[in-house]
């Protein structure tokens, strides 16, 4: 297997484990064909046949070019097409209906686990909705009911193309020459993974679905390929970053690049000489984005006001949880990465290039299922932008869309939170059964 980036290069490596098959393909991007090849590892789960399987794919161009094709991005970046590598995991049989779930900016491509999984994978970003994705009916998303596949986001350090990629051109890591990305890119790039795998052509994809970062790609996967699937959640999400949002991520970047030990010509982000060290500024910057994944309400029922001794001296018991979140984040991804992902996010804007942005956000087909959910703690992300984003969805005649505003004390980070996956459960169990006048029905009964 080959991946880019030396924090990448061994991760899956403990994969190579009955080593099955070669897939190939080729993917649109823009005004180029790229050939992909891919990989296929398969990790059997269970007696029935059922398998997961990681795959890494490399894209090579198409050899009769005399040009070495480019994969363009929306900002006018551009990096060559051989530097693309997407990660991905799937579970289930192929043959069931295909759900599509895009990670958010701290995830990666493995939703849910097996047995054979590494133990740091939690700590990587994984295993992230093992209580909804599983194998058994006791599961909203049962992997023998359907086939899932996630891959991760283009950006992120955890395996696909990110600014920990080798530039083929300089055999230099891009670092912070990574070119600026959006979502609209991101759903393009998993785009990209589908075609390679075949799904999502012949025949839809069951449902697009996507929490925080990953609603965002599943938003503009849904407004871009309008012919590939039926049914789209977005969870914590928005279809147009707001200014107040802008203002957070902003002061966030401002504080990683005053960092001293930040070096924008390392991939890694660490000067050399201090690559054993925590980067201060991404420490911090996690811990005011904790501050802001969470609530008030949470923070004041959980933490003591009173001082607590801790190794290093006596502080309040909400500091010694923000410096634990921001070290633990800290310790395991690249400032590259993160910048590159922060500003993504704010670049997010469906009606971008449209007359306005009702226009961009109906190029999502009225004959699709929809549900929008959002979280009345949330301060990152407030409930009112996916409103105003249901209200021009479900204006149109025969529109089907469910949104609801749910009350949670953990704010924008609920969706993540294990004992907060039965209030995902009752609402999307439903909506992929039966979509939502189904949905409705069980939330109605659940609040009576």
């Known amino acids: 297997l080959r991946t880019h980036g030396t924090s990448s ?4 490596k403990w994969c190579l484990i009955d080593f099955n098959s070669n897939i ?5 991007y823009g005004d180029d064909i790229i050939h992909l090849q891919a990989q296929s590892i398969y990790l059997p789960h269970s007696d029935d046949g059922s398998k997961t399987s990681l795959l890494i794919i490399d894209s090579y161009p198409a050899r009769h070019s005399q040009t070495k094709p480019v994969i363009a991005f929306t900002c006018g970046g551009t990096i060559p097409a051989e530097a693309m590598a997407i990660a991905y995991a799937t579970w289930g049989h192929k043959s069931k209906p295909t759900i599509l779930i895009a990670p958010s900016m701290s995830n990666s491509c493995w939703v849910t ?3 054979g999984l590494p ?3 939690k700590f990587h970003g994984g295993l992230w909705w093992e209580n909804l994705v599983g194998d058994g009916d006791e599961f909203a998303i049962d992997i023998n009911q359907y086939h899932v596949v996630s891959f991760t986001p283009l950006g992120s350090p955890f395996g696909s193309t990110s600014p920990l990629t080798t530039n083929p051109d300089t055999r230099q890591m891009y670092g912070s020459k990574f070119p600026v990305i959006t979502p609209r890119d991101q759903a ?3 785009r990209m993974g589908l075609d390679a795998l075949g799904l999502g052509i012949d025949e839809k994809l069951y449902a697009v679905i996507g929490g925080s970062m990953g609603g965002l790609q599943a938003l503009e996967y849904a407004a871009q390929y309008v012919d590939t699937y039926e049914r789209l959640i977005a969870i914590a999400s928005t279809g147009w970053t707001s200014p107040s949002t802008v203002a957070l991520r902003s002061i966030q970047r401002k504080i990683v690049r005053l960092d001293p030990q930040y070096d924008p010509t390392s991939g890694s982000a660490l000067k050399a000489s201090e690559m054993s060290s ?6 911090i910057t996690r811990m005011i984005g904790t501050i802001c994944y969470r609530s008030r309400t949470e923070f004041d029922d959980r933490f003591d ?3 607590k001794h801790y190794n290093d001296g006596d502080r309040f018991e909400v500091e010694n949880y923000l410096e634990y979140q921001g070290n633990k984040f800290a310790g395991y991804y690249d400032a590259n990465c993160y910048l590159t992902l922060s500003y993504n996010m704010d670049r997010m804007n469906l009606g971008f290039g449209y007359d306005s942005y009702a226009d961009g956000v109906n190029r999502i087909p009225v004959d699709k299922e929809i549900m929008l959910l959002a979280y009345d703690t949330d301060y990152l992300i407030p ?3 996916m409103q105003h984003l249901s209200a021009i969805l479900g204006s149109r005649p025969n529109s089907k869309v469910y949104y609801e505003t749910m009350h949670s004390k953990y704010g924008h980070d609920t969706f993540l939170i294990p004992n907060e996956m039965k209030q995902l459960d009752y609402r999307i169990r439903p909506f992929l059964e039966s979509g939502v006048t189904e949905v409705e029905r069980v939330v109605q009964q659940e609040l009576h």
């Not at 290069?9 to 899956?12: D, F």
């Not at 925590?278 to 420490?283: A, C, D, E, N, S």
């Open 383 to 385: 409930a009112t932008e």
């Open 278 to 283: 925590i980067l201060q500024g991404l420490l």
């Open 188 to 190: 393009k790039f998993i």
């Open 9 to 12: 290069e061994l991760k899956y």
């Open 24 to 28: 190939s393909g080729g993917a649109k």
């Open 305 to 307: 006001w009173n001082l």
């Open 119 to 121: 133990t740091d994978t």
């Open 113 to 115: 686990g097996h047995p």
